[in-house]
């Protein structure tokens, strides 16, 4: 594909590298000539104001529905991949197939039921990105006044993470305690939701942002691992959580309000992904129990390319619960 917009020194609102551009297009084919159905993916990357860069794109493997007309991709496979990707990295877009270009010469189109698609995302981001394809070529759209708008890609042979974000890093080890009433993990779980939001909170308006750090005054209280303790006190809970978290976040340019937002967000991100993967809170049932407790693992950020990913290492002894005798 020629970059119509590069020639003529315009910029384009999607900028494409041609790897992931040439994966799309591989993936919609192979899918094709296989079965002849439709093929989903994502497309991975990032903003930069009205922006969108695209460094990957991740094929579906899980269809609730797949035919040559129509397909509907499984949702939890895109809320596993959505959590690999550290705050402002990761799903861009969408891309699916039109595999009967033998069926119409044009096969390329943007359906209403891709239009509604696009409008639901666009409502959470603007300038979601949905390429369509039938294998051989593609074209691109973003929303425009409230209507799929097709777009000239820049297709770029190198892109990267570093040459448009700076990375942001902190370093929280806080200990958490409150006493609940519920008597199930899941309440617990909630409850320590909110305290923790009210806590960052708290945090943020004290904080510091320097050269590619952040710090947070009182959730520095020397936790040195990520667990989950629940005992009973009577008729009640008592509930401490410790937390060793070393987050970072991406962000263009250096605005410390965007800084500290996307830090406060993505430590909250991944205390509440501890404590929904550390342990399964929904079958833990603290009706008898003495103790619980649940080692919740833990989370760090690697330099991968082409974007950078969220580690999840999980414990080697997850939950350890001691009833009445």
Known sequence: MRDMRAEAGMSSPVHILRTAWRALLQHAGNVARSSGREAIGWLLGF?????????????????????????????????????????????????????????S?????HSATDDATLKSRAARRENFVSVVTDGHSAECFVLREGFPAPVTPAIEETLSVAGHLKRYTTSVAPSISLTVSEANASGVVAALEKKVSADLDRAVRSATVGRGTVELAGLGT????NR???????????????????????????DEEEVLLATRNEILDDIVFLLWRGFDASAVNLAGVERFEANLGSLSVHETSPLPKKVYRAPKRATVLRRRA
């Open 47 to 103: 903003y930069v104001g009205d922006e969108a860069y695209v460094l990957d794109a991740h094929p579906a493997t899980r269809y609730k529905h797949q035919s040559k007309y129509g397909a509907i991709a499984d949702p939890t496979e895109e809320a596993e991949i959505a959590v690999r990707y550290p705050r402002n990295v990761g799903i861009v877009g969408l891309y699916h197939s039109h595999p009967f270009k033998d069926d």
């Open 105 to 109: 010469r044009h096969a390329i189109f």
């Open 222 to 225: 020397g936790a040195i691992r």
């Open 228 to 254: 989950l303790v629940i005992e009973r006190d009577e008729d009640r809970h008592r509930v401490e959580l410790s937390l060793r978290l070393d987050p970072a976040v991406f962000v263009a340019g250096a």
